[in-house]
Protein backbone atom coordinates (compact mmCIF):
# COMPACT_ATOMS: atom_id res chain seq x y z
CA UNK A 1 0.00 0.00 0.00
CA UNK A 2 1.39 3.48 -0.96
CA UNK A 3 1.24 6.76 0.55
CA UNK A 4 2.17 9.85 -0.67
CA UNK A 5 1.87 11.78 2.58
CA UNK A 6 0.73 11.02 6.10
CA UNK A 7 -2.95 9.95 5.62
CA UNK A 8 -5.24 12.57 8.09
CA UNK A 9 -7.67 9.27 9.66
CA UNK A 10 -4.24 8.20 11.31
CA UNK A 11 -3.82 11.87 12.90
CA UNK A 12 -7.60 11.70 13.95
CA UNK A 13 -6.85 8.22 15.09
CA UNK A 14 -3.97 9.59 17.37
CA UNK A 15 -6.06 11.90 19.21
CA UNK A 16 -8.57 9.12 19.54
CA UNK A 17 -6.49 6.65 21.27
CA UNK A 18 -5.00 9.71 23.36
CA UNK A 19 -8.85 10.56 24.57
CA UNK A 20 -9.42 6.73 25.43
CA UNK A 21 -6.06 6.46 27.84
CA UNK A 22 -7.51 9.49 29.57
CA UNK A 23 -10.38 7.92 30.65
CA UNK A 24 -11.79 5.23 32.54
CA UNK A 25 -8.26 2.83 33.38
CA UNK A 26 -7.87 2.25 36.62
CA UNK A 27 -5.08 3.09 39.09
CA UNK A 28 -2.65 0.29 39.99
CA UNK A 29 -2.23 -0.68 43.45
CA UNK A 30 1.01 -2.12 45.02
CA UNK A 31 1.63 -5.44 46.51
CA UNK A 32 3.94 -6.46 49.27
CA UNK A 33 6.49 -8.75 47.37
CA UNK A 34 5.98 -12.38 48.90
CA UNK A 35 8.99 -15.16 48.38
CA UNK A 36 7.79 -18.19 47.15
CA UNK A 37 9.02 -21.25 47.82
CA UNK A 38 10.55 -23.96 44.70
CA UNK A 39 8.47 -26.74 44.59
CA UNK A 40 10.64 -29.47 42.34
CA UNK A 41 8.61 -32.44 40.83
CA UNK A 42 8.61 -34.95 43.99
CA UNK A 43 7.27 -31.94 46.46
CA UNK A 44 4.25 -31.80 43.14
CA UNK A 45 2.96 -34.83 44.81
CA UNK A 46 1.93 -33.36 48.36
CA UNK A 47 -2.00 -32.98 48.78
CA UNK A 48 -1.57 -29.07 50.57
CA UNK A 49 0.67 -28.21 47.47
CA UNK A 50 -1.50 -25.24 46.37
CA UNK A 51 0.00 -25.26 42.97
CA UNK A 52 -0.85 -29.51 42.51
CA UNK A 53 -2.41 -30.05 39.37
CA UNK A 54 -1.54 -26.88 37.60
CA UNK A 55 -0.01 -27.48 33.92
CA UNK A 56 3.45 -26.41 33.10
CA UNK A 57 2.71 -25.88 29.47
CA UNK A 58 -0.11 -24.69 27.62
CA UNK A 59 -1.29 -27.81 25.55
CA UNK A 60 -4.52 -28.85 27.62
CA UNK A 61 -5.68 -25.15 27.99
CA UNK A 62 -5.17 -24.39 24.23
CA UNK A 63 -7.04 -28.03 23.70
CA UNK A 64 -9.90 -26.69 25.53
CA UNK A 65 -10.41 -22.94 24.14
CA UNK A 66 -10.23 -23.92 20.42
CA UNK A 67 -10.19 -20.97 17.94
CA UNK A 68 -10.19 -17.49 19.37
CA UNK A 69 -8.63 -14.04 18.34
CA UNK A 70 -5.98 -13.62 20.17
CA UNK A 71 -5.99 -11.84 23.10
CA UNK A 72 -4.36 -10.33 26.98
CA UNK A 73 -4.14 -14.01 28.20
CA UNK A 74 -2.27 -15.25 24.99
CA UNK A 75 -0.14 -12.67 25.57
CA UNK A 76 0.51 -13.59 29.12
CA UNK A 77 0.22 -17.21 28.51
CA UNK A 78 2.69 -17.78 25.62
CA UNK A 79 6.12 -19.50 26.75
CA UNK A 80 8.82 -17.52 26.67
CA UNK A 81 12.55 -18.52 25.46
CA UNK A 82 15.73 -16.85 26.56
CA UNK A 83 18.65 -16.94 23.59
CA UNK A 84 20.37 -20.16 22.95
CA UNK A 85 23.95 -20.89 23.84
CA UNK A 86 25.73 -23.46 21.58
CA UNK A 87 27.85 -25.92 23.46
CA UNK A 88 31.67 -25.98 22.56
CA UNK A 89 31.69 -28.93 20.46
CA UNK A 90 28.07 -27.89 18.39
CA UNK A 91 26.44 -30.65 19.90
CA UNK A 92 23.68 -28.88 21.30
CA UNK A 93 22.16 -25.46 22.49
CA UNK A 94 20.99 -24.77 25.82
CA UNK A 95 18.25 -21.84 26.25
CA UNK A 96 16.23 -21.03 29.23
CA UNK A 97 12.05 -21.50 29.08
CA UNK A 98 9.50 -19.51 31.15
CA UNK A 99 6.08 -20.64 31.68
CA UNK A 100 3.38 -18.99 33.41
CA UNK A 101 0.84 -20.40 35.81
CA UNK A 102 -2.43 -18.09 35.09
CA UNK A 103 -4.67 -19.11 37.96
CA UNK A 104 -2.16 -18.75 40.50
CA UNK A 105 0.04 -15.76 38.99
CA UNK A 106 3.54 -18.15 39.52
CA UNK A 107 6.32 -18.56 37.02
CA UNK A 108 8.88 -21.08 36.58
CA UNK A 109 12.19 -20.26 34.89
CA UNK A 110 14.07 -23.44 33.68
CA UNK A 111 16.75 -24.59 31.45
CA UNK A 112 16.03 -26.67 27.88
CA UNK A 113 18.20 -28.57 25.60
CA UNK A 114 17.84 -29.30 22.46
CA UNK A 115 20.76 -31.48 20.47
CA UNK A 116 22.02 -30.25 17.43
CA UNK A 117 24.01 -33.79 16.30
CA UNK A 118 22.98 -35.33 13.09
CA UNK A 119 20.26 -37.92 13.81
CA UNK A 120 19.74 -36.65 17.32
CA UNK A 121 15.77 -36.56 18.15
CA UNK A 122 13.90 -33.04 16.95
CA UNK A 123 12.64 -32.21 20.74
CA UNK A 124 14.22 -29.62 23.01
CA UNK A 125 14.29 -31.42 26.79
CA UNK A 126 14.81 -30.21 29.71
CA UNK A 127 17.84 -29.67 31.54
CA UNK A 128 17.12 -28.26 34.61
CA UNK A 129 14.31 -29.78 37.20
CA UNK A 130 10.76 -27.85 37.11
CA UNK A 131 9.52 -25.82 39.99
CA UNK A 132 6.94 -22.88 40.28
CA UNK A 133 9.36 -19.81 41.32
CA UNK A 134 12.28 -21.43 39.84
CA UNK A 135 14.68 -18.63 37.88
CA UNK A 136 17.42 -20.47 36.37
CA UNK A 137 19.13 -18.40 33.82
CA UNK A 138 22.07 -17.28 32.06
CA UNK A 139 23.60 -20.54 30.93
CA UNK A 140 27.38 -21.27 29.82
CA UNK A 141 29.19 -24.30 28.99
CA UNK A 142 32.31 -26.06 30.06
CA UNK A 143 35.09 -26.65 27.85
CA UNK A 144 34.16 -30.39 27.17
CA UNK A 145 30.55 -29.58 26.28
CA UNK A 146 29.70 -31.98 29.29
CA UNK A 147 28.07 -29.42 31.95
CA UNK A 148 25.84 -26.60 32.02
CA UNK A 149 26.64 -23.31 34.43
CA UNK A 150 23.70 -21.52 35.15
CA UNK A 151 22.34 -19.12 37.72
CA UNK A 152 19.65 -20.31 39.89
CA UNK A 153 17.68 -20.48 43.09
CA UNK A 154 15.56 -18.54 44.86
CA UNK A 155 18.92 -17.11 46.19
CA UNK A 156 20.24 -16.70 42.36
CA UNK A 157 23.70 -18.70 43.32
CA UNK A 158 26.06 -20.40 40.51
CA UNK A 159 25.13 -24.05 40.10
CA UNK A 160 25.93 -26.79 37.95
CA UNK A 161 24.26 -29.48 36.08
CA UNK A 162 25.79 -32.32 34.06
CA UNK A 163 24.42 -32.90 30.78
CA UNK A 164 24.44 -37.05 30.53
CA UNK A 165 22.68 -37.46 34.07
CA UNK A 166 21.22 -34.16 34.71
CA UNK A 167 23.00 -33.79 38.54
CA UNK A 168 22.03 -30.61 39.99
CA UNK A 169 25.18 -29.22 42.14
CA UNK A 170 25.31 -25.87 43.93
CA UNK A 171 28.82 -24.24 43.65
CA UNK A 172 28.75 -21.03 45.70
CA UNK A 173 26.55 -19.93 48.65
CA UNK A 174 27.39 -16.05 48.61
CA UNK A 175 25.11 -13.81 51.04
CA UNK A 176 24.37 -11.86 47.69
CA UNK A 177 22.90 -12.62 44.34
CA UNK A 178 25.00 -13.19 41.34
CA UNK A 179 23.55 -10.97 38.44
CA UNK A 180 25.68 -12.13 35.57
CA UNK A 181 27.91 -13.97 34.78
CA UNK A 182 30.30 -15.39 31.94
CA UNK A 183 32.65 -18.81 31.66
CA UNK A 184 36.27 -18.67 30.44
CA UNK A 185 36.73 -20.60 26.93
CA UNK A 186 38.91 -22.98 28.81
CA UNK A 187 36.57 -23.78 32.06
CA UNK A 188 39.25 -21.89 34.02
CA UNK A 189 37.64 -18.85 35.44
CA UNK A 190 34.42 -17.60 35.63
CA UNK A 191 33.08 -14.22 35.97
CA UNK A 192 30.30 -12.91 37.42
CA UNK A 193 28.73 -9.34 38.68
CA UNK A 194 26.78 -8.59 42.33
CA UNK A 195 25.59 -5.09 43.69
CA UNK A 196 27.96 -3.96 45.56
CA UNK A 197 29.21 -0.87 48.10
CA UNK A 198 32.04 0.14 46.64
CA UNK A 199 35.29 -0.58 48.83
CA UNK A 200 33.10 -3.15 50.81
CA UNK A 201 33.42 -6.78 49.98
CA UNK A 202 30.68 -9.32 49.98
CA UNK A 203 30.18 -10.02 53.47
CA UNK A 204 30.26 -6.39 54.51
CA UNK A 205 27.92 -5.28 51.84
CA UNK A 206 25.53 -7.96 53.45
CA UNK A 207 25.87 -6.71 56.86
CA UNK A 208 25.28 -3.19 56.12
CA UNK A 209 22.78 -4.28 53.81
CA UNK A 210 21.32 -5.93 56.48
CA UNK A 211 22.12 -2.83 58.99
CA UNK A 212 19.95 -0.51 56.51
CA UNK A 213 16.42 -2.76 56.24
CA UNK A 214 16.83 -3.23 60.37
CA UNK A 215 16.10 0.64 60.76
CA UNK A 216 12.79 1.84 61.26
CA UNK A 217 13.66 4.92 59.76
CA UNK A 218 15.13 5.07 56.41
CA UNK A 219 16.77 7.82 54.00
CA UNK A 220 18.71 8.57 51.34
CA UNK A 221 21.01 10.95 51.17
CA UNK A 222 22.54 12.05 47.00
CA UNK A 223 24.87 14.46 46.81
CA UNK A 224 25.90 13.63 42.88
CA UNK A 225 23.85 12.34 39.91
CA UNK A 226 22.20 9.57 39.30
CA UNK A 227 19.39 10.31 41.94
CA UNK A 228 16.99 8.20 40.06
CA UNK A 229 16.53 6.07 36.70
CA UNK A 230 13.42 5.08 35.68
CA UNK A 231 12.28 3.22 38.71
CA UNK A 232 15.13 2.11 40.45
CA UNK A 233 17.10 4.57 43.19
CA UNK A 234 20.49 4.87 43.23
CA UNK A 235 21.12 3.84 46.91
CA UNK A 236 25.12 2.94 47.05
CA UNK A 237 25.76 -0.41 45.35
CA UNK A 238 27.17 -0.90 41.89
CA UNK A 239 27.48 -3.89 40.01
CA UNK A 240 31.07 -4.63 40.58
CA UNK A 241 32.60 -7.77 38.02
CA UNK A 242 34.56 -10.63 40.01
CA UNK A 243 36.99 -13.37 39.13
CA UNK A 244 37.50 -16.37 40.53
CA UNK A 245 39.13 -19.58 39.64
CA UNK A 246 37.38 -22.76 38.67
CA UNK A 247 38.40 -26.21 40.16
CA UNK A 248 36.76 -29.97 39.54
CA UNK A 249 37.06 -32.77 41.82
CA UNK A 250 34.49 -35.80 41.12
CA UNK A 251 32.79 -33.97 38.26
CA UNK A 252 31.66 -31.34 41.22
CA UNK A 253 33.51 -27.42 40.18
CA UNK A 254 34.22 -25.29 43.32
CA UNK A 255 35.30 -21.77 43.19
CA UNK A 256 38.51 -19.32 44.96
CA UNK A 257 37.91 -16.48 46.43
CA UNK A 258 36.45 -14.45 44.28
CA UNK A 259 38.72 -10.80 43.15
CA UNK A 260 36.62 -7.61 42.73
CA UNK A 261 38.23 -6.20 39.69
CA UNK A 262 37.43 -2.27 40.66
CA UNK A 263 37.20 -2.33 44.16
CA UNK A 264 36.41 0.84 45.72
CA UNK A 265 35.48 2.50 42.33
CA UNK A 266 32.08 4.33 42.44
CA UNK A 267 30.96 2.77 38.94
CA UNK A 268 28.50 0.03 37.34
CA UNK A 269 30.54 -2.70 35.56
CA UNK A 270 27.90 -4.34 33.27
CA UNK A 271 26.25 -0.64 32.81
CA UNK A 272 23.00 0.45 33.63
CA UNK A 273 20.65 0.12 32.55
CA UNK A 274 20.80 -2.47 29.94
CA UNK A 275 24.00 -4.21 30.20
CA UNK A 276 24.71 -7.71 31.03
CA UNK A 277 27.06 -10.01 29.84
CA UNK A 278 27.46 -9.17 26.13
CA UNK A 279 29.52 -5.79 28.12
CA UNK A 280 32.32 -9.16 28.95
CA UNK A 281 34.85 -11.46 27.13
CA UNK A 282 37.53 -13.69 27.61
CA UNK A 283 40.25 -14.39 25.40
CA UNK A 284 40.17 -17.91 23.80
CA UNK A 285 43.03 -19.18 25.99
CA UNK A 286 41.47 -17.77 28.81
CA UNK A 287 44.60 -15.08 29.82
CA UNK A 288 42.39 -12.37 29.68
CA UNK A 289 39.54 -10.99 30.79
CA UNK A 290 37.71 -7.39 29.34
CA UNK A 291 34.74 -5.31 30.20
CA UNK A 292 32.95 -2.33 29.71
CA UNK A 293 32.33 0.04 32.05
CA UNK A 294 30.71 4.10 32.81
CA UNK A 295 32.46 6.70 34.41
CA UNK A 296 30.23 7.04 37.35
CA UNK A 297 32.31 8.71 39.78
CA UNK A 298 31.39 12.35 38.32
CA UNK A 299 28.08 13.75 37.95
CA UNK A 300 28.86 14.27 34.42
CA UNK A 301 27.33 10.90 33.81
CA UNK A 302 23.97 12.33 33.35
CA UNK A 303 24.79 13.87 30.30
CA UNK A 304 27.94 11.92 29.31
CA UNK A 305 27.88 9.05 26.93
CA UNK A 306 31.57 8.08 27.94
CA UNK A 307 31.77 4.18 27.84
CA UNK A 308 35.27 2.45 28.03
CA UNK A 309 36.37 -0.87 27.65
CA UNK A 310 38.98 -1.83 30.32
CA UNK A 311 41.33 -5.53 29.88
CA UNK A 312 42.37 -7.35 32.81
CA UNK A 313 45.52 -9.81 32.29
CA UNK A 314 44.94 -13.57 34.00
CA UNK A 315 48.04 -15.51 34.69
CA UNK A 316 47.56 -18.45 37.25
CA UNK A 317 44.54 -17.02 39.39
CA UNK A 318 46.36 -13.97 39.75
CA UNK A 319 44.58 -10.59 38.19
CA UNK A 320 46.10 -7.54 36.90
CA UNK A 321 44.93 -4.40 37.45
CA UNK A 322 42.27 -3.37 34.55
CA UNK A 323 43.83 -1.00 32.02
CA UNK A 324 41.31 1.06 29.64
CA UNK A 325 42.42 0.34 25.86
CA UNK A 326 39.59 2.99 24.66
CA UNK A 327 40.57 6.08 26.30
CA UNK A 328 40.98 8.18 23.67
CA UNK A 329 37.50 8.17 22.62
CA UNK A 330 34.92 10.51 24.54
CA UNK A 331 31.81 8.50 23.39
CA UNK A 332 30.97 4.78 23.43
CA UNK A 333 33.11 1.85 23.41
CA UNK A 334 31.40 -1.70 24.18
CA UNK A 335 30.75 -5.16 23.68
CA UNK A 336 34.59 -6.35 23.32
CA UNK A 337 34.67 -9.81 21.47
CA UNK A 338 38.01 -11.53 21.63
CA UNK A 339 39.72 -13.04 17.91
CA UNK A 340 39.55 -17.13 18.09
CA UNK A 341 43.26 -17.51 19.08
CA UNK A 342 44.13 -14.31 17.65
CA UNK A 343 45.31 -10.37 18.02
CA UNK A 344 42.07 -8.85 17.78
CA UNK A 345 39.19 -6.92 19.76
CA UNK A 346 36.55 -6.94 18.21
CA UNK A 347 33.84 -3.79 19.79
CA UNK A 348 30.69 -1.50 19.32
CA UNK A 349 31.98 2.26 19.37
CA UNK A 350 30.59 5.59 18.76
CA UNK A 351 31.97 8.89 17.93
CA UNK A 352 29.96 11.34 19.42
CA UNK A 353 30.04 12.15 22.76
CA UNK A 354 27.03 12.85 24.48
CA UNK A 355 24.98 11.47 21.78
CA UNK A 356 22.82 8.23 22.93
CA UNK A 357 21.78 7.19 19.35
CA UNK A 358 25.09 8.00 17.48
CA UNK A 359 25.26 5.24 15.18
CA UNK A 360 27.41 1.85 16.22
CA UNK A 361 30.05 1.01 14.54
CA UNK A 362 32.09 -2.39 14.41
CA UNK A 363 35.89 -1.61 15.31
CA UNK A 364 39.18 -3.85 15.72
CA UNK A 365 41.52 -3.52 18.52
CA UNK A 366 44.92 -4.59 17.83
CA UNK A 367 46.46 -6.05 21.19
CA UNK A 368 50.07 -6.87 19.91
CA UNK A 369 50.33 -2.90 18.72
CA UNK A 370 47.51 -1.43 20.23
CA UNK A 371 46.03 0.13 17.05
CA UNK A 372 42.51 0.38 16.08
CA UNK A 373 40.68 0.66 12.55
CA UNK A 374 36.61 1.08 12.16
CA UNK A 375 35.06 -1.88 10.07
CA UNK A 376 31.88 -0.24 9.14
CA UNK A 377 32.49 3.96 8.71
CA UNK A 378 30.78 3.84 5.26
CA UNK A 379 28.13 1.15 6.06
CA UNK A 380 25.13 3.20 7.17
CA UNK A 381 23.79 1.22 9.82
CA UNK A 382 24.18 1.06 13.68
CA UNK A 383 24.91 -2.11 14.36
CA UNK A 384 23.73 -3.93 17.60
CA UNK A 385 25.60 -7.08 18.75
CA UNK A 386 29.04 -8.75 17.20
CA UNK A 387 30.53 -12.25 17.85
CA UNK A 388 33.34 -14.20 15.88
CA UNK A 389 33.10 -16.78 13.23
CA UNK A 390 34.71 -19.77 14.61
CA UNK A 391 38.11 -19.60 12.33
CA UNK A 392 38.27 -15.66 13.31
CA UNK A 393 38.18 -14.75 9.41
CA UNK A 394 35.01 -13.05 10.02
CA UNK A 395 32.49 -11.13 12.15
CA UNK A 396 28.86 -12.42 13.21
CA UNK A 397 26.71 -8.83 13.09
CA UNK A 398 23.37 -7.92 13.98
CA UNK A 399 21.88 -4.35 12.72
CA UNK A 400 18.17 -3.04 12.36
CA UNK A 401 17.01 -2.52 9.17
CA UNK A 402 13.68 -1.29 7.38
CA UNK A 403 12.18 -1.95 10.37
CA UNK A 404 13.62 -5.41 10.64
CA UNK A 405 16.87 -6.98 12.51
CA UNK A 406 19.00 -9.01 10.50
CA UNK A 407 21.91 -10.78 10.82
CA UNK A 408 24.67 -10.00 8.48
CA UNK A 409 28.66 -11.46 7.99
CA UNK A 410 31.42 -9.20 8.25
CA UNK A 411 34.52 -9.54 6.76
CA UNK A 412 37.67 -7.64 8.09
CA UNK A 413 37.66 -5.65 4.59
CA UNK A 414 33.96 -4.19 5.81
CA UNK A 415 32.49 -6.33 3.50
CA UNK A 416 28.90 -6.17 4.70
CA UNK A 417 26.83 -9.62 3.13
CA UNK A 418 23.08 -10.20 4.27
CA UNK A 419 22.20 -13.84 6.15
CA UNK A 420 18.74 -13.63 7.76
CA UNK A 421 16.77 -10.82 6.68
CA UNK A 422 13.10 -11.32 7.34
CA UNK A 423 11.42 -10.66 11.10
CA UNK A 424 13.34 -9.86 14.11
CA UNK A 425 17.11 -12.01 14.76
CA UNK A 426 18.72 -11.96 17.24
CA UNK A 427 21.82 -13.58 19.27
CA UNK A 428 23.17 -15.76 16.96
CA UNK A 429 25.42 -18.37 18.58
CA UNK A 430 28.43 -20.29 16.56
CA UNK A 431 28.88 -23.65 15.77
CA UNK A 432 32.61 -25.33 15.07
CA UNK A 433 31.14 -25.55 11.38
CA UNK A 434 30.44 -22.11 10.88
CA UNK A 435 26.33 -22.20 11.05
CA UNK A 436 24.97 -20.35 13.82
CA UNK A 437 22.00 -20.51 16.22
CA UNK A 438 19.75 -17.64 16.70
CA UNK A 439 16.27 -16.41 18.26
CA UNK A 440 13.79 -15.04 16.00
CA UNK A 441 10.62 -13.41 16.46
CA UNK A 442 8.17 -11.27 14.17
CA UNK A 443 4.55 -9.71 14.99
CA UNK A 444 3.04 -13.01 14.82
CA UNK A 445 5.19 -15.32 16.93
CA UNK A 446 6.87 -15.21 20.16
CA UNK A 447 10.69 -16.22 20.34
CA UNK A 448 11.70 -18.84 18.75
CA UNK A 449 15.28 -20.73 18.42
CA UNK A 450 16.50 -21.38 14.61
CA UNK A 451 19.51 -23.13 12.80
CA UNK A 452 21.16 -21.09 10.28
CA UNK A 453 22.72 -23.26 7.78
CA UNK A 454 25.50 -21.00 5.98
CA UNK A 455 26.15 -23.65 2.87
CA UNK A 456 22.97 -23.60 2.15
CA UNK A 457 21.92 -20.19 3.06
CA UNK A 458 18.51 -21.76 5.12
CA UNK A 459 17.17 -21.81 8.65
CA UNK A 460 15.54 -24.94 10.51
CA UNK A 461 13.63 -24.50 13.13
CA UNK A 462 14.71 -25.99 16.22
CA UNK A 463 11.90 -24.80 19.15
CA UNK A 464 7.91 -25.46 18.58
CA UNK A 465 7.16 -24.43 22.40
CA UNK A 466 4.18 -22.04 21.26
CA UNK A 467 2.47 -24.65 19.02
CA UNK A 468 -0.37 -24.99 20.65
CA UNK A 469 -1.26 -21.00 20.80
CA UNK A 470 -0.57 -20.43 17.56
CA UNK A 471 -2.52 -22.83 15.84
CA UNK A 472 -5.58 -22.20 18.06
CA UNK A 473 -5.26 -17.88 18.11
CA UNK A 474 -6.54 -15.79 15.25
CA UNK A 475 -4.39 -13.43 14.00
CA UNK A 476 -3.88 -10.18 11.96
CA UNK A 477 -0.73 -10.38 9.24
CA UNK A 478 0.96 -7.31 9.29
CA UNK A 479 1.24 -4.98 5.87
CA UNK A 480 4.05 -2.80 5.44
CA UNK A 481 4.23 0.54 3.32
CA UNK A 482 6.25 3.43 2.34
CA UNK A 483 4.97 6.75 1.66
CA UNK A 484 7.22 9.99 0.82
CA UNK A 485 7.49 12.23 4.00
CA UNK A 486 9.52 15.26 4.72
CA UNK A 487 12.43 16.07 2.71
CA UNK A 488 10.73 13.19 -0.01
CA UNK A 489 12.45 10.89 2.60
CA UNK A 490 10.90 7.57 2.09
CA UNK A 491 9.18 6.36 5.45
CA UNK A 492 8.51 3.21 6.93
CA UNK A 493 5.08 1.65 8.22
CA UNK A 494 3.33 -1.37 9.22
CA UNK A 495 -1.14 -1.42 8.88
CA UNK A 496 -2.74 -4.21 10.33
CA UNK A 497 -6.33 -4.96 9.85
CA UNK A 498 -8.48 -5.95 12.40
CA UNK A 499 -8.83 -9.94 13.12
CA UNK A 500 -11.75 -11.31 11.21
CA UNK A 501 -11.70 -7.93 8.79
CA UNK A 502 -14.35 -8.11 6.56
CA UNK A 503 -13.61 -6.97 3.01
CA UNK A 504 -15.11 -3.56 1.89
CA UNK A 505 -15.82 -2.60 5.35
CA UNK A 506 -14.09 0.71 5.80
CA UNK A 507 -16.08 1.61 8.97
CA UNK A 508 -12.87 1.10 11.52
CA UNK A 509 -11.70 2.84 14.27
CA UNK A 510 -7.91 2.98 14.02
CA UNK A 511 -5.12 2.35 16.88
CA UNK A 512 -2.45 4.62 15.46
CA UNK A 513 0.90 3.56 17.84
CA UNK A 514 3.65 5.92 18.30
CA UNK A 515 7.15 4.19 19.61
CA UNK A 516 9.11 5.91 21.89
CA UNK A 517 13.15 6.18 22.54
CA UNK A 518 12.51 8.47 20.36
CA UNK A 519 15.20 6.47 18.48
CA UNK A 520 13.50 3.62 17.99
CA UNK A 521 11.17 1.61 15.40
CA UNK A 522 7.99 -0.46 14.76
CA UNK A 523 10.39 -3.97 13.47
CA UNK A 524 9.02 -7.07 13.06
CA UNK A 525 9.12 -8.69 16.21
CA UNK A 526 7.22 -9.86 19.20
CA UNK A 527 6.82 -7.67 21.94
CA UNK A 528 5.18 -8.58 25.72
CA UNK A 529 4.13 -4.09 25.99
CA UNK A 530 2.75 -2.61 22.90
CA UNK A 531 1.74 -5.91 20.94
CA UNK A 532 -0.22 -4.73 17.81
CA UNK A 533 -2.43 -8.16 17.72
CA UNK A 534 -3.98 -7.04 20.84
CA UNK A 535 -5.21 -4.16 19.34
CA UNK A 536 -6.78 -6.10 15.90
CA UNK A 537 -8.07 -8.67 17.85
CA UNK A 538 -10.58 -6.14 19.60
CA UNK A 539 -11.56 -4.74 16.21
CA UNK A 540 -9.16 -2.06 15.40
CA UNK A 541 -7.26 -1.29 12.49
CA UNK A 542 -3.51 -0.78 13.65
CA UNK A 543 -0.72 1.96 12.27
CA UNK A 544 2.36 2.14 12.93
CA UNK A 545 5.14 4.74 11.39
CA UNK A 546 8.83 4.92 11.44
CA UNK A 547 8.88 8.40 11.50
CA UNK A 548 11.93 10.65 11.06
CA UNK A 549 14.55 9.64 13.61
CA UNK A 550 13.99 6.11 14.05
CA UNK A 551 16.18 3.59 14.23
CA UNK A 552 16.74 1.21 10.97
CA UNK A 553 17.23 4.25 8.69
CA UNK A 554 20.09 6.42 7.73
CA UNK A 555 21.89 8.47 9.92
CA UNK A 556 20.77 11.51 8.14
CA UNK A 557 17.33 10.84 8.76
CA UNK A 558 18.29 9.99 12.12
CA UNK A 559 19.87 13.25 12.81
CA UNK A 560 16.40 15.03 11.71
CA UNK A 561 14.76 14.45 15.38
Not at 396 to 409: Q, W
Request: glycine share 6%.
Amino acid sequence: MQRSSTPSWLLAAALLLVALLLVGLPAASAKPYQARTLMRFDEDKRGDNPYEGQPTQNAEYYADVGAHPFNASDLVRADRLGDGVVAPDGSAVVFSRRVWNYERNVSSTTLWMRALSSGSSSAAVPLTPFAWGASDNSPCWSKDSGVVFYLGGDDQQLYQVNVGSLAVNKITSFPLAIDTMLCSPHTTTIAFSMKIYPGLSIDETNERNEAWQAQSTRAYTFDKLYVRHWDTWFEGRRNHPFLASLSKSNGVYSLSTPVDLIKDVDADAPTLPYGGSEEWSFSSNDDEFSFTRRYDESPAVAWQTNLDIFTVQITNGQYSDPSPITAANRATDTQPQYQPDGLLIAYLTTKIPGYEADKYRVALYNRGDGSRVILTEEWDRSVGSVDWSPDGSRLIVTALESARNKIFSLDLKGVVTPLVVEHGNAAPSMLPDGSFTYSQSSMNYPSTIFLYNPKSNTSTQLTHFNADLLATSKMSQPQEFWFSGAKGDRIHGWFLYPVDYQQGDTNLPVAYLIHGGPQGSWSDDWSYRWNPQIYAANGMAVAMIDFHGSEGTSTEQRWLL
